[in-house]
């Protein structure tokens, strides 16, 4: 099974910015795609954003567009993401996901998850 690593995670007020790092190994191989889920309390894990490393393509979750960027290194089986003008919103659990593919806009990835890290915003 893929073992998937999680960083960047803290505390910050509306406004601040924050960089989540993802590092896979183990069972996912090597990816096509990477993406970024994330939890809040009390809610369902929501698609946030990812990246193809097939042609570069990204995808992001509407309210992420022009605030929050996805980048990879397939080499290193790695994914960030890269988040400005934080929300009290976007607090909740961030995970990242390894083993998928972008095929028409969507990603599609494996159903295994590390531990995430945490994002807090206050207003």
């Known amino acids: 099974q893929a073992h998937l690593v999680e960083s960047g995670g803290g505390a910050v007020r509306a406004g601040g910015s924050l960089r989540l790092s993802c590092a896979a190994s183990g069972g996912a191989g090597s990816s096509k795609a990477m993406g970024w889920f994330r939890r809040a309390p009390g809610k369902e894990r929501e698609f946030v954003a990812a990246i193809s490393f097939e042609d570069g393509s990204t995808v992001y979750l509407d309210s992420v567009k022009g605030r929050f960027a996805v980048s990879g290194d397939n080499a290193k089986n790695s994914v960030y993401l890269q988040m400005n003008n934080l929300r009290p919103e976007d607090t909740a659990v961030y995970y990242c996901?390894?083993?998928?593919?972008?095929?028409?806009?969507?990603?599609?990835?494996?159903?295994?998850w590390g531990e995430g890290t945490l994002v807090t915003v206050s207003s």
């Open positions: 996901n390894a083993g998928g593919v972008v095929i028409a806009d969507t990603y599609y990835g494996m159903n295994e």
